[in-house]
C-alpha cells in the first residue's frame, strides 16, 4: 500500500504561485507513474499533470500547459507541482495519485492510490 500525503495549498492571488507537495510512504514510489488531479464542486477529479517513474517524461493537460511543471524525487519518496501565474479557475483540490502503469495516464481510473486533497483557492 502507498499513502500520500498532501500539502502546500491555500490562498493566493490570481497571477501569483503556489508548490504543491505529495509525501508518499509505505512504499518506495520511483516504480510509479505519479499524476496530480483537482476537483472543483460539482464536477469530477480532472487530470492536471503526470511525470514517469523516473522523472524524464511529463505530460500536462491543456488548461495548465506552460504554467504548471511537475516534478519528483525518488530518493525523498516526493512529488510537486509548481503552479505559476495562477487563475481563479485553478481554485480547486488538488489531488496526489499513483498508478503502477508504466505509462503516463491522465485516466483517473488508472491510478491505485489517491492522497485526501489540498485547497488551492485563487483570488481575482
Known amino acids: 500500500q502507498v499513502q500520500l500525503v498532501e500539502s502546500g495549498g491555500g490562498l493566493v492571488q490570481a497571477g501569483g504561485s503556489l508548490r504543491l507537495s505529495c509525501a508518499a510512504s509505505g512504499r518506495t514510489i520511483s516504480a510509479y507513474t505519479m499524476g496530480w488531479f483537482r476537483r472543483t464542486p460539482g464536477k469530477e477529479r480532472d487530470f492536471v499533470a503526470a511525470?514517469?517513474?523516473?522523472?524524464?517524461?511529463?505530460y500536462y493537460a491543456d488548461s495548465v500547459k506552460g504554467r504548471f511543471t511537475i516534478s519528483r524525487e525518488n530518493a525523498k519518496n516526493m512529488v510537486y507541482l509548481q503552479m505559476n501565474s495562477l487563475k481563479p479557475e485553478d481554485t480547486a483540490v488538488y489531488y496526489c495519485?499513483?498508478?503502477?502503469?508504466?505509462?503516463?495516464?491522465?485516466?483517473?481510473?488508472?491510478?491505485?492510490?489517491w492522497g485526501q486533497g489540498t485547497q488551492v483557492t485563487v483570488s481575482p
Open positions: 495519485a499513483a498508478t503502477e502503469e508504466v505509462r503516463i495516464l491522465s485516466t483517473r481510473g488508472a491510478y491505485d492510490y
Open positions: 511525470v514517469s517513474w523516473s522523472g524524464g517524461t511529463t
